[in-house]
Structure formats: structure tokens, C-alpha cells
């Protein structure tokens, strides 16, 4: 049947070669022929005729090349064939476009036979690096995916940044160590910015011939790699300065009001100074007092006296979260325990101040 199919096309093709190359033939020739056997449709014939000669000797082994390649085809995966098929359309699509100038030229070897040839050309060897290429055509469609997918990752992490002021890290609250559990416990959103100039002074402290502040700042440089590295929050240092500003405090504020920052601290006057600038600020004092436990005047509560305070017959005491306790008349009760009684609280941005007065005092005086 295949044979059948490669004798019909070679009886068709040799009769539009002969169609269109007879007349040129005779032409080139010279020869003197009747009219009806120079025309086009004897040239046809016998072009058809020939080619029909031909396929005799050449249609079996054609024949069974293409039996060959369609077990080939039929054997190969799929993955081959589709990129096969891709890479061939392809190739005859650039052949196409190659062949509109060719068949401009008033040659008719050039614009009718050449076009054909690459046709076969292109064809074949699109096939062929469409076949051979798969796996690298597949890593690049992967790839682009990629891209995509991280583009789009990247968009969303930015505008989730816009949405989100920044934290900006000033150097006492990194050496205070609680940021670290405050951005464990993830109620700080948002990226956290650590600029050059802050960097820059724990570095220093760090290298300072005074053991205390040497600790403080080798201290703050572990929580700063700790938060960057095991906590789940962003953090960018910005290799950002400004000379024509003095003092690290006064470059936060400004970094904060370039960026619509907020100020992460706590440092109590630069507390005061962010809110006369109208910048933003979290101090990490107020948090910590916010979470302690509420005491109310007229409460009991058992308490060391640990030494004497400011004022004469004062008494200085701590809770175990560090909240001091002033006690009046205590003074006489340094290093003993006692039942005290709460009189007022003061809370400020510094931290929470307790005033008690002894138990003893008190029933002594109610008697």
C-alpha cells in the first residue's frame, strides 16, 4: 500500500515538474515541434511518464525507509514527537518566510525548485532539535515559570511592605535583648531596618576597652544575628548615612521621617524626641508594662526591702519582674520582709513605680 502511495506521488510530481519545465526545455533547445506537442499538458505526460519509470526502481526502497521512520515514530516517546512536531512547524514556518524573496527572482531554477529544498532542510532539522532539545526546552518553560512565580512572590512582598511601615532598630533596644522574644512571638509586623550608622556604634561598643560596655555590645551583636537569622521577621541592613547630621539618635529620626518609619527603642528621651518631631515610636518599656499585672491602691502584696531611698524614712523594694517599690517608713525594715500596702502608682515610658507604706504602719496607726 505504501508503495502505492510513493508510485502516485512521484506520477504527480513529475507532472508538474513537466508542466512547468517543458516549454523551457524546448525553448532552451531550440526545437521546432508542432503546437500541440510543445504545449504544457504533453509536457505533463511526459514528465509523469518518466517519473512513473522511475518510481519503479525507487518506490520499494522508499518504501520501506518510510515504513522504517513510521516505526520509529510510533516507538519514540511522546514527549519526542510533540517537540518533533513543534520544532517541524517551526522550521517550515522559517523556510516559508526565507522562500517569499526567493521566489521573487525572475529565475525559475531559484524561485520554484530552491524554495523546495529548503523547505525539505528546514523541516528536517527543526524536527530534529525539536526532538533532540526537549529537555532543554522543558527546564526553559519551567524556568520562565519560575520567574513568574517569583515575580509575582516579589510583587506581593512589596506591596505587603508599603502596606506595613518599617521598624527601625536603634541601638539600646538591641542590647536590651527583649526585642528578640517580642519578634519571636511575631506582634512585630513588617520589615526591620537596622541602618549602617546603628551597626556601626554597636560595633564600636563592642570593641571598647570597657569590659561592661564590651559585653553590652558583643550582647547586642548576638541578639542582632539571632533576630536575622533564627527569628521569623525580615530584617535589611541599609547602608544609609547622614553626614550632614550629628548624633545616632538624630539620624534614626531622620531616617524615620524620610522612610514613614517607626522608631523601635528604649531610650526614654529619644522616646520624647521622636514625639516632638512627630515621628512614630514603639517603646519597648511601654509593652513591658502594658503586659504586667495591674495593682491597685489598697492592695496587699509581700515584699524584701532592699535598701533606702531618696527621701529620709523611704525604703526600696522590686517585684520579681523588676517594678520598684517605694516604701514610706521603710527605711528601719532594710533587708527584712514585710507585708506592705499599695498607696498610688506611676507609670511612665521609664517603667511603673509602686508606693506602699508597711502594714505595721497602718495598724499601728488604726490603733
Not at 82 to 106: D, H, K, M, Q, R
Not at 190 to 201: A, M, N, R, Y
Not at 207 to 212: E, F, G, K, Y
Not at 213 to 219: D, E, S
Amino acid at each position: 500500500m505504501l508503495k502505492r502511495i510513493v508510485q502516485v506521488f512521484f506520477v504527480i510530481l513529475g507532472g508538474a515538474l513537466g508542466f512547468i519545465f517543458y516549454p523551457e526545455l524546448i525553448s532552451i533547445l531550440s526545437l521546432e515541434l508542432p503546437g500541440w506537442i510543445a504545449s504544457d499538458y504533453v509536457g505533463g505526460l511526459v514528465g509523469a511518464g518518466i517519473f512513473f519509470l522511475l518510481s519503479l526502481w525507487l518506490a520499494g526502497p522508499i518504501a520501506r525507509a518510510m515504513s522504517i521512520v513510521e516505526e520509529a515514530i510510533v516507538k519514540a516517546p511522546i514527549t519526542d514527537v510533540l517537540f518533533g512536531t513543534i520544532g517541524l512547524v517551526l522550521g517550515l514556518t522559517v523556510a516559508y518566510l526565507i522562500g517569499i524573496p526567493i521566489g521573487e527572482f525572475s529565475v525559475p531554477i531559484l524561485s520554484q525548485v530552491l524554495p523546495i529544498f529548503i523547505t525539505i532542510l528546514f523541516g528536517y532539522f527543526g524536527y530534529r532539535i525539536g526532538s533532540q532539545k526537549r529537555d532543554e526546552l522543558v527546564s526553559l518553560v519551567s524556568s520562565f515559570g519560575k520567574i513568574s512565580n517569583k515575580e509575582k512572590k516579589r510583587d506581593e512582598q512589596s506591596s505587603s511592605d508599603t502596606a506595613v511601615p518599617i521598624k527601625i532598630f536603634d541601638t539600646s533596644v538591641i542590647i536590651d535583648g527583649r526585642i528578640a522574644d517580642v519578634c519571636r512571638t511575631r506582634f512585630l509586623e513588617g520589615t526591620v531596618v537596622i541602618p549602617k550608622f546603628v551597626l556601626d556604634e554597636l560595633q564600636h561598643i563592642a570593641d571598647s576597652s570597657d569590659a561592661l560596655k564590651r559585653n553590652r555590645g558583643r550582647r547586642g551583636l548576638d541578639i542582632l544575628n539571632q533576630i536575622q537569622k533564627e527569628l521569623p521577621v525580615q530584617v535589611k541592613i541599609e547602608d544609609i548615612d547622614f553626614d550632614d547630621v550629628q548624633g545616632v539618635d538624630s539620624k534614626l529620626v531622620k531616617l524615620a521621617q524620610k522612610t514613614s518609619g517607626i522608631v523601635v527603642t528604649n531610650d526614654f528621651n529619644l522616646n520624647k524626641v521622636c514625639d516632638l518631631q512627630g515621628v512614630s515610636v514603639l517603646n519597648i518599656n511601654d509593652l513591658a508594662n502594658a503586659v504586667k499585672p495591674v495593682v491597685l491602691p489598697g492592695e496587699e502584696m509581700h515584699v524584701q526591702v532592699i535598701k533606702d531611698g531618696k527621701e529620709e524614712k523611704q525604703g526600696i523594694g522590686y517585684l520579681d519582674d523588676g517594678t520598684m517599690i517605694v516604701i514610706e517608713e521603710g527605711r528601719s525594715y532594710i533587708g527584712e520582709h514585710l507585708e506592705v500596702i499599695v498607696t498610688s502608682v506611676l507609670q511612665t515610658s521609664a517603667g511603673r513605680m509602686i508606693f506602699a507604706k508597711p502594714k505595721i504602719v497602718e495598724k499601728e496607726k488604726a490603733l
